[in-house]
């Protein structure tokens, strides 16, 4: 098979470790990304010396084959870093994991009170358990569900937690409850804890991007090619067998047909579907239209102020403002940053492409961004010294109700393929870290190589860590 005809789509966390294990095994490959850049949502954007991780990126893993990657390929420029992370609701920090004495201190003897009679009535009377809110209330209660799960998980997902799927919550929130918070709190956990309340994580000196570009390297070395800057737009097929695709050049808008013999894909799964040609039956089309993405943007800012929080992030659950989540750079690795006396944070915002945030051009949202910081006093405007916004389509599969039904359509037709696998968070549309996204790629390229017989769909995300 000539080198240029393996393409594998995205030169994210799932496409660099597939093209890693092919090119390792000396099978060339070219990989084919929009971007100008290795690393998908794990890259790493230099601002005049200042480095912006997209959001915050902690490599945390329960995979030895993924922790040893991390760890050959990043050497000494691997941070261990201690986790600082607090949530600001009601004017106040909440530690987070929570703390038994922050938590009681902040919410007042009261409102705790409360909140434990709110818990056992959940022991009591149990809700339904199929969407996010019945999961949390059943584990924690309402009241808590209210405080630290509600405000927030509505502004990831725009949508109502009554229509969120359970799996969500039980994927991210596995083996947590308000009985194991306590206890970690109180008696420190002995045994096995869930990944969430992870206290330490690994983190590259100058950031997740710079473990893609040596990834880069090396694939380059194994004779792999990257073609950046170009779309992937079309997938020609006869019935089970992918033929050739179609790319755009993002800079001049030309396409070209390029021969396939065999397609790895990292793209958004649903779009993937829509390049079919010929199309897929409706059914098919109308499942992958139905399975959607949130998406999301980071508004990233230099700051003339040494010190302003001492966490890695905060997360924003106040409803008072839209701001989901805020990143301090230098506190993840002191290179972040080119001059130690100012600071770069990164604000986060869940959006929908279209939306009012996601329009609004970039010199809006960075006033807006800091007018929202000030407003719950986390630094002043007249700090601000510049700044930058990116926007991320399909950063988050949204596990709507029913999303099963409509995957196991798309899948069952994918099926049919004997020279396509898709990998990856977009491709298998899974909410999940990038050390599934790595393993599903080299696992995709294992059963390319016959060195392995992966169910992708089934790599399971119970060996991936936890999100809080
Ligand atoms: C805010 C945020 C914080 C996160 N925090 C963490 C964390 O702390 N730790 C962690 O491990 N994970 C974290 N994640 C998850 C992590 O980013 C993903 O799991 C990982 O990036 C998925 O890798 P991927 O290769 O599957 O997809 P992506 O990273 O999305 O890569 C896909 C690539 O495909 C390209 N592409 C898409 N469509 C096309 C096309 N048509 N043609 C050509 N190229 C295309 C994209 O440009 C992209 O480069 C976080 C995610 C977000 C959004």
């Given at each position: 098979m000539a080198q240029d005809r393996i393409v594998i789509i995205g030169a994210g966390p799932a496409g660099m470790a597939c093209a890693h294990t092919l090119t390792a095994k000396g099978r060339p490959c070219t990989v084919i990304e929009k971007e100008d850049m290795p690393g998908g949502l794990c890259r790493t954007l230099d601002h005049g010396g200042y480095l912006f991780d997209i959001g915050g990126h902690r490599f945390l893993t329960k995979s030895d084959e993924i922790d040893k990657l991390w760890r050959e390929v990043m050497g000494d420029d691997m941070l261990h870093v201690k986790r600082l992370s607090r949530i600001?609701?009601?004017?106040?920090?909440?530690?987070?994991?929570?703390?038994?004495?922050?938590?009681f201190w902040n919410l007042g003897p009261f409102e705790s009170a409360l909140c434990v009679a709110s818990y056992l009535k959940s022991k009591i009377s149990r809700v339904d358990d199929s969407t996010f809110e019945g999961w949390v209330i059943n584990r924690f209660g309402k009241r808590l569900y209210d405080i630290f799960f509600k405000t927030y998980t509505e502004k990831?997902?725009?949508?109502?937690?009554?229509?969120?799927?359970?799996?969500?919550?039980?994927?991210?929130l596995r083996g947590l409850s308000l009985r194991i918070a306590i206890k970690k709190a109180m008696l420190g956990m002995k045994g096995k804890s869930p990944k969430t309340l992870s206290g330490e994580f690994l983190y590259p000196r100058t950031g997740p991007g710079e473990f893609y570009y040596r990834l880069k390297e090396r694939v380059?070395?194994?004779?792999?090619?990257?073609?950046?800057?170009?779309?992937?737009?079309g997938i020609r097929h006869n019935a089970n067998n992918v033929s050739s695709i179609e790319v755009e050049d993002a800079r001049t808008g030309k396409r070209e047909e390029m021969p396939v013999e065999y397609l790895f894909s990292s793209m958004p799964l649903p779009s993937m579907i829509m390049a079919l040609d010929p199309a897929p039956p409706d059914e098919v089309l109308q499942a992958a239209r139905n399975l959607r993405f949130r998406d999301f943007l980071v508004v990233n800012l230099i700051l003339d102020k040494e010190r302003i929080f001492p966490d890695q992030w905060i997360y924003v659950h106040s409803p008072e403002v839209k701001l989901g989540r805020v990143q301090n750079y230098k506190n993840w690795s002191p290179a972040m940053v080119i001059d130690p006396k100012k600071t770069s944070l990164g604000l986060e915002y869940f959006c929908t492409e279209g939306d009012e945030l996601w329009r609004m051009n970039d010199v809006d949202l960075i006033n807006y961004a800091i007018r929202e910081l000030e407003s719950i006093g986390i630094v002043s405007?007249?700090?601000?010294?510049?700044?930058?916004?990116?926007?991320?389509?399909?950063a988050y599969p949204?596990?709507?109700?029913?999303?099963?039904?409509?995957?196991?359509?798309?899948?069952?037709?994918?099926?049919?393929?004997?020279?396509?696998?898709t990998i990856g968070r977009g491709g298998l549309f899974r909410y999940d870290n990038s050390?599934?996204?790595?393993?599903?790629?080299?696992?995709?390229?294992?059963?390319f190589l016959g060195a392995g017989h992966y169910d992708l769909w089934k790599v399971s995300a119970e060996d991936g860590y936890l999100e809080s």
């Open positions: 600001y609701y009601n004017k106040r920090y909440f530690d987070y994991p929570l703390s038994f004495f922050n938590t990831v997902w725009a949508v109502a937690c009554t229509d969120i799927s359970a799996d969500w919550a039980s994927q991210r380059s070395e194994g004779g792999g090619q990257f073609i950046f800057k170009r779309t992937l737009t405007r007249r700090y601000l010294v510049n700044g930058f916004v990116v926007r991320c389509q399909n949204i596990y709507s109700l029913g999303y099963q039904k409509n995957m196991d359509i798309v899948r069952g037709y994918l099926s049919r393929f004997t020279n396509l696998q050390d599934h996204a790595l393993l599903t790629g080299i696992y995709a390229a294992k059963n």
